[in-house]
C-alpha cells in the first residue's frame, strides 16, 4: 500500500496554487486548489506545483471540501 506522508504545516502555510493564488488542501497524495480546480501530485513527499502536471477537478470533485 502506498503511504500518504503530510506535508509539513509551515510548507502548506506558504504554497499557493500557481494558477489562482488561492491556499492548498492536502487530501492523500494530492494538494487541491478550489479556486483554480486543480489537484497537484506529491511525489515522494515533494510537491509538483506545475499546472501541466496538475489532475483538473470538477465541480463535483470540490463540492464537498
Given at each position: 500500500a502506498?503511504l500518504?506522508?503530510?506535508?509539513?504545516?509551515?510548507?502548506?502555510d506558504i504554497l499557493?496554487?500557481?494558477?489562482s493564488?488561492d491556499?492548498l488542501?492536502?487530501i492523500?497524495?494530492?494538494?487541491?486548489?478550489?479556486?483554480?480546480?486543480?489537484?497537484?501530485?506529491?511525489?515522494?513527499?515533494?510537491?509538483?506545483m506545475?499546472?501541466?502536471e496538475a489532475?483538473?477537478?470538477t465541480?463535483?470533485d470540490?463540492?464537498d471540501?
Amino acid at each position: 500500500a502506498k503511504l500518504s506522508l503530510m506535508i509539513d504545516k509551515k510548507l502548506l502555510d506558504i504554497l499557493v496554487c500557481p494558477v489562482s493564488k488561492d491556499n492548498l488542501i492536502q487530501i492523500g497524495d494530492e494538494l487541491i486548489s478550489k479556486k483554480g480546480m486543480l489537484a497537484f501530485p506529491i511525489r515522494d513527499g515533494i510537491p509538483v506545483m506545475l499546472e501541466n502536471e496538475a489532475r483538473k477537478l470538477t465541480p463535483e470533485d470540490i463540492k464537498d471540501l
